[in-house]
């Protein structure tokens, strides 16, 4: 109870003595190795929480949150091909619960699964259909997958949602950015970046957008641009 008390107020180190004071007392206590995973995730220290929830998983094989937790962990390293097993397994057993389902067609999108990536997201549409990041996500894998309907239904609720914010701003050009479209792409990207200069990959979707049509030294400042604001993002660097 202290440590799970130490973990909901972020003290992680206290949190982390406490539960290897239950694994003293209880070598066998899964939920010792689960909350131990979550204190690593929460700390990035991925192959540590790997390790602590691999063990738990071992002893609690009936417990989804165990193995949602193995796929976030991959799934913040963007390995994304191991997180589809860990989170396709929770969606077979809670099928309408949203978070699993959402990071599992993610994954599909990002593993360019599209049409497992479409079928697997079309069911969060009465939830999630206000969300400008899961309409631009639907209607990409649906446009790519050939589903005509599904790319028609998610594109106009985007537009329909446009309200002038540098965010949809930013999701419609990468609309248009995946669909080759550079000019209407750079459009929109201006825009966002003139009303938001700090949003996050604005300036790398400048960056593309400029990469893709050969103008070498435009590309290059956008990128330092977002590299100035997120200096983690090793595509920019790329």
Known sequence: QRGQAALNLGRLA???????????????????????????MRGKHW??????????????????????????????????????????????????????????GLCYFFAERWAMAASTLEPLWTQESDQLPYLYVLSNAAHRAGNK??????????????????????????????????DLALSDFRAAAEADPKLPFVHFNLGLVHLKKQEYAAARDEFLKDAAIEPDVALNYE
């Open 14 to 40: 206290e949190a982390e003595h406490d539960f290897r004071g239950v694994l003293e007392l209880d070598p066998e206590s899964g939920a010792a190795y689960a909350n131990l995973g979550v204190v690593y």
């Open 149 to 182: 309907e599904l790319d028609d239904r998610a594109t106009d609720r985007l537009i329909k949602l446009s309200n002038g914010t540098p965010q949809y701003h930013l999701f419609v050009g990468k609309y248009h950015l995946n669909l080759d479209q550079y």
């Open 47 to 104: 192959e540590k929480a790997l390790e602590s929830l691999g063990k738990a998983e071992r002893l609690m094989p009936q417990v989804a949150g165990v193995r949602l937790n193995i796929g976030l962990a991959y799934y913040r390293q963007n390995e994304f091909l191991k997180a589809i097993p860990e989170f396709e397994s929770v969606v077979r057993d809670q099928p309408d619960a949203l978070q699993p389902r959402y990071l599992l």
